[in-house]
């Protein structure tokens, strides 16, 4: 008698478990794949899939879309993935404006939002909201590792530079929150400008003794390149987007040295990153950047949600997301209060390892860093 | 305080030294004449063919592409400067002949519209070809590095070959256009399509003809900037605009104009860029003295642009 009730309440929690295990997750990517900026869309993605393909679990689905980098088009696509293809789970927006044009209402319809990249101050603070989790960082992080540092690395005069767009004066802002130097000018460019002789001249005029750039893409590929040859020389610092595995190639000879806040590398010591780089290397015939790395941890944060709680029980779904019971690439790594990581900053350098640029961790920027909006954020 | 020395300037204020002016003029300088083989380009397709070419950046982007590639092959710049030029060319007679053809006779709206799915399908084309990732293109070895100018000024090498290149570049092509038989075609089917086809000019010729070296001179702008700048799938939509801003300011159709709206507008933004955040400076706090001067310096050459319109409707060397 007690024997068969064994079985049966075995049974019945085998049964359970299935149930639980067998509960089908689409999830919705929407990325940039085609115009500039495509090069960390496919990165972004080819991480996420890495995880997705690895793990092989037949209940996981993914819809991938293109959003051209463009805000309406990304509007349209989240549309398109809630009613029409019905996905539980959206993620994989690169860039802020789009991430904030998308999860709002993607969170307010129900559905939860794992961001791979963008995570602007809005939904950090007072715009936090359950459904909402970012795995890569608060946009200020890297912009604070590299503050943090930069007197470390010798800098005490920063002539400090970015975009005149708001995520570029949130990297401003987040550079001198923990810089300990003097800031001797601070120059707002153009988005998207191309040529920097106007601001390289302006810094050789200068006396500072060090240069903070945040200028992502092309725009960082086309400075680093003007400035090598302009001979100024004062040491360069930035967050890790100036100086990617994406771009450095472009770059060359002009990059290394250069000195990059980060929270993850390729060379991080953790068995989770040998996995990933490796993995990565042999499926794609390519480094992985950060990007790939966000998007490989990610998939594993959702592989993770999966085996704890059906998607259907949206509150269980979100507190087993919550738990982060998964081995980051970037080794610690929990959530804190808002969704948001709370990891270990590093600043990287950019080296050239036979023909191949890349970068290799020097130092510990910050350590257990939130992020500064935490207290705003009431959920 | 009365009497005393004048107080220490705030570094965010430093005043502008005549070394540093000079120093911004010549990158206005070396800004505009590269501007200036892109909107030659575009205004002579307009003045001699009356068309609005949108795919005009298309062709800087697969200059630059063309050197990159094969500068990598070949490890030699020029070789890759050389392809840029032959590419953009062979493009630009491939494109004339296949679609842009077609489009004379439409109107302004039809010319739009068929050179924008021109710019969608090179820039995907292109990335189908060489990838997202952005290309490798440096400096020659022989330019690359600073040189002191007299008076102190260390200047890169590059960018004085860029202005002494571009300046010989204009030169030859005023001494075609004002000195060949080609070149009083070019002249005549400005002033008079109709009449010189009646006079026996072969008008379809002509017209590959401006079109192929229009091309050619974006791609090779491409290429030149390329060394300095990032060579990516789209980079040549900003510039495009640029262009258009000159060969506006310039008058349409007149090569006077876009050498002198190109310089103009180099000389406009890089001042502008380079002096505003300083005069701010005196009157605010530095941090928003840079943002507002970053502000109003990228309006700078869309404020000159109306004016220039507001006075001389036509452009300044256009046919009111």
């Known amino acids: 008698m007690t024997f068969k009730a064994t079985l049966l309440a075995a049974g019945a929690a085998l049964a359970l478990a299935g149930s639980a295990a067998a509960d089908p997750v689409k999830v919705g990517m929407i990325t940039t794949l085609s115009g500039g900026g495509a090069s960390l869309g496919i990165d972004t993605r080819d991480g996420f899939m890495l995880a997705v393909e690895a793990a092989a679990n037949p209940d996981l689905t993914v819809v991938i879309e293109d959003d051209q980098q463009k805000p309406e088009i990304a509007v349209q696509l989240a549309d398109k993935l809630i009613q029409s293809d019905k996905v ?42 359950p459904g909402y989790f970012s795995v890569s960082y608060q946009n200020d992080n890297l912009h604070e590792a590299a503050g943090a540092y930069a007197a470390t690395a010798g800098i005490k005069r920063a002539f400090i530079m970015a975009p005149n767009y708001p995520a570029g004066k949130d990297s401003l802002s987040g550079f001198k929150r923990f810089y300990e130097g003097e800031v001797v000018s601070e120059v707002y460019t153009q988005l998207g400008q191309t040529d920097y002789a106007s601001e390289i001249a302006q810094i050789r005029a200068s006396d500072a003794d060090g240069v903070f750039i945040f ?56 068995a989770a990153n040998a996995t990933f780089v490796e993995g990565f290397r042999a499926a794609y015939g ?44 970037r080794g610690k790594f929990s959530f804190a209060p808002s969704n948001h990581p709370i990891q270990d900053l590093y600043v990287r350098e950019v080296v050239k390892e036979g023909d191949i640029y890349t970068n290799k961790i020097v130092g510990t920027a910050m350590t257990d860093r939130g992020n500064p909006y935490e207290d705003a954020c009431k959920m | 305080m009365a009497g005393g020395p004048a107080p220490p300037a705030p570094p965010e204020t430093r005043p502008l030294s005549a070394m540093l002016l000079i120093e911004q003029a010549l990158n206005g300088l070396q800004y505009g004449i590269m501007l200036f083989l892109m909107a030659a380009g575009l205004t002579l397709v307009f003045g001699v063919m009356g068309l609005i070419n949108l795919a005009h950046g298309s062709l800087y982007m697969l200059g630059a592409f063309a050197c990159a590639a094969v500068a990598a092959a070949t490890g030699s710049f020029w070789l890759g400067l050389a392809a840029s030029l032959a590419a953009a060319a062979a493009a630009g007679a491939l494109i004339e002949l296949s679609v842009i053809r077609r489009l004379y006779a439409r109107d302004h709206l039809d010319q739009v519209l068929a050179t924008f799915a021109l710019i969608l399908i090179l820039s995907e084309g292109t990335r189908w070809l060489f990838g997202s990732f952005p290309l490798y293109l440096d400096i020659p070895a022989a330019l690359s590095g600073p040189v002191r100018l007299p008076g102190g000024i260390d200047y890169p090498l590059y960018r004085l070959a860029l202005i002494g290149f571009g300046l010989a570049v204009a030169a030859g092509l005023f001494l075609l256009i004002g000195r060949t038989r080609l070149g009083i075609r070019i002249r005549a089917g400005e002033a008079d399509r109709e009449m010189i086809a009646a006079l026996g000019v072969d008008i379809s010729r002509l017209y590959t003809l401006v079109f192929a070296l229009g ?32 060969i506006v300011i310039g008058g349409i159709g007149s090569i006077n104009g876009a050498l002198v709206g190109a310089l103009l507008v180099g000389m406009t933004d890089t001042l502008g860029r380079a002096l505003l955040p300083v005069a701010f400076a005196t009157v605010l706090p530095p941090a928003e003295a840079g943002s507002v001067g970053a502000a109003l310096a990228s309006m700078l050459i869309y404020i000159v642009m109306a004016g220039v319109l507001v006075m001389r409707p036509g452009g300044l060397f256009g046919r009111a």
């Not at chain 1, 709002?104 to 101050?121: D, E, I």
């Not at chain 1, 040859?229 to 100086?243: D, K, R």
């Open chain 1, 88 to 129: 539980d789970v959206l993620t994989g927006i690169v860039w802020s404006n789009l991430a904030m044009a998308v999860v709002p209402a993607a969170t307010a319809q129900g559905k939860t939002y794992l961001s791979t990249n963008a995570a602007p101050s809005q939904l950090a603070g007072k715009g936090c909201n």
């Open chain 1, 215 to 270: 200028l992502p893409g092309g725009m960082g590929i086309s400075f680093v390149k003007q400035y090598a040859e302009s001979g100024v020389g004062l040491p360069l610092i930035g967050p890790a987007f100036s100086f990617d595995q994406s771009i450095l190639q472009a770059m060359g000879d002009a990059a290394v040295g250069v000195l990059n806040g980060a929270n993850w590398s390729p060379d991080l010591d953790t």
């Open chain 2, 215 to 246: 091309a050619a001179l974006a791609g090779l702008a491409g290429a030149l900037v390329g060394a300095l700048q990032s060579v990516q799938v789209g980079m040549g939509e900003p510039v495009l605009i640029l262009a258009f801003v000159v």
């Open chain 1, 286 to 329: 390519r480094l992985p950047s950060v990007y790939a790395a966000y998007g490989y941890d990610t998939a594993n944060l959702l592989l993770s949600a999966m085996a704890k709680a059906p998607v259907s029980d949206t509150e269980a779904f979100r507190a087993a997301l919550k738990e982060a019971d998964f081995a980051s690439v």
